[in-house]
């Protein structure tokens, strides 16, 4: 069964840092791209973050530049978003996703909630 786990998600206060995780299992994982998406409160899911299959390619939502950073151990099956600097308006439920684009499968997300 082809699934993705997100975990790692919590309270933080602004200007600190949390790092998400996802977990990959049932396919192979080093042939796709992953991309980290947000959904905020009555706004409509975002893309935060995406990787290629080998890591040599990323790319960020302008809002998240240089605060976040998105990386992958193909050993491990997981993909990973380190979140520093965190603002309130980074708060969201945050969905791991298979695809560079068109999303294919979607985690079940994790919430994280930056208090000012």
């Known amino acids: 069964q082809e699934q993705l786990v997100e975990s790692g998600g919590g309270l933080v206060q602004s200007g600190g840092s949390l790092t998400l995780s996802c977990t990959a299992s049932?396919?192979?994982?080093?042939?796709?791209?992953m991309s980290w998406y947000r959904e905020a409160p009555g706004k409509e899911r975002e893309l935060v973050a995406q990787?290629?299959?080998?890591?040599?390619?990323?790319n960020y939502v302008e809002s998240v530049k240089g605060r976040f950073t998105i990386s992958r151990d193909n050993t491990k099956n997981t993909v990973a978003l380190q979140m520093d600097n965190v603002k309130p308006e980074d708060t969201a439920v945050y969905y791991c996703?298979?695809?560079?684009?068109?999303?294919?499968?979607w985690g079940q997300g994790t919430q994280v909630t930056v208090s000012s």
């Open positions: 990787i290629s299959h080998d890591a040599r390619e990323v």
């Open positions: 049932g396919f192979s994982f080093n042939r796709d791209g």
């Open positions: 996703g298979r695809k560079w684009n068109e999303i294919d499968l």
